[in-house]
C-alpha cells in the first residue's frame, strides 16, 4: 500500500525530535551528572512566566535558565482573565504551593493576537479569547494613535502587558498572598522578536499601594517605550 502523502516527511519531524531529546538529555546529565534524579524529587521555581503562546517567545531559552527554574503559563497574546480557569489555576499553584517570588507577564512586539484585535480580523474563537485587548484598544486610542500608523500595534503590543500585569494584581490570589505579607513581586516584559532583547515596562508592583502609581505613570507615558 503506498504511504499517505507526506506521511514520511511527518515522520522524519517527529524522529528528529525524539532523537534531539536523547541528546539533549545525554548532555544535560555530562554538564551535570543528577541533574534529573535531583530535579524529579523536586521543583522550586522563583518565577511564574505568563507568556504569549507564539513558538518565537520560547520562555526558558529567552531568559536562560535550566529546567525547574521557571513555572510556565502561556496562551494566545498572554491574556490574564478573571474568568480562565486554567490561568488562574496555574497563578493558585505558584502563589500558594510553589511560593513564587515574582510573577512576569512577558508579551512581544509584532503580536499576532494584537495585530488581529487591532484590525479587526474575524477569526473566530479567538474574537473571543481577544476581546479585551480590543476594549484596551479603545481605552487607550491617544496613545495608539500618537504611535503612528507604523508602531501602532507595538504600542498595542506593550499596553496589552500592562494590562495584564493590572489583571494580575487585581485578583484574590495575590491580593490575599500580599494580604498575608507574601514577598511578591509582578512584573511587565517585553521582547523583541527582531533582536532576542527582553525589555523591562517598568510597572513592577510589590503590594496594592504601588498600584494607582504605577499604573498610572504607565499609561501617561508615550508608547511603544522599548522599540528599536
Ligand atoms: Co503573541
Known amino acids: 500500500m503506498p504511504a499517505m502523502p507526506g506521511f514520511d516527511e511527518r515522520d522524519r519531524t517527529l524522529a528528529r525530535l525524539l532523537e534531539n531529546n536523547r541528546a539533549w538529555a545525554e ?7 543528577g541533574f534529573f534524579e535531583k530535579l524529579a524529587r523536586q521543583q522550586a521555581p522563583e518565577v511564574l512566566w505568563i507568556g504569549c503562546s507564539d513558538s518565537r517567545v520560547p520562555a526558558n531559552e529567552i ?23 486554567n490561568c488562574l489555576a496555574v497563578m493558585q499553584y505558584a502563589v500558594e504551593a510553589l511560593r513564587v517570588r515574582h510573577i512576569i507577564v512577558c508579551g512581544h512586539y509584532g503580536c499576532g493576537g494584537v495585530k488581529a484585535a487591532l ?6 474563537l479567538l474574537d473571543n479569547w481577544l476581546f479585551s485587548i480590543g476594549e484596551f484598544r479603545r481605552k487607550h486610542s491617544a496613545i495608539i494613535a500618537a504611535a503612528g500608523k507604523e508602531a501602532e500595534t507595538d504600542a498595542l503590543c506593550e499596553l496589552n502587558v500592562i494590562e495584564q500585569v493590572h489583571n494580575v494584581c487585581n485578583t484574590s490570589i495575590l491580593q490575599q498572598a500580599w494580604r498575608r505579607g507574601q514577598d511578591l513581586a509582578v512584573h511587565g516584559w ?32 508615550p508608547r511603544p517605550a522599548h522599540r528599536r
Open 27 to 33: 548532555r544535560i546529565n555530562t554538564e551535570h551528572p
Open 119 to 124: 484590525r479587526r480580523h474575524e477569526l473566530g
Open 63 to 85: 531568559i536562560g535558565v535550566m529546567p525547574g527554574e521557571v513555572f510556565v503559563h502561556r496562551n494566545v497574546a498572554n491574556q490574564v482573565m478573571h474568568v480562565d480557569f
Open 190 to 221: 517585553i521582547y523583541g522578536i527582531n533582536d532576542g532583547h527582553l525589555h523591562d515596562l517598568a510597572v513592577t508592583v510589590t503590594g496594592p499601594e504601588d498600584m494607582d502609581e504605577t499604573f498610572t505613570a504607565a499609561f501617561s507615558v
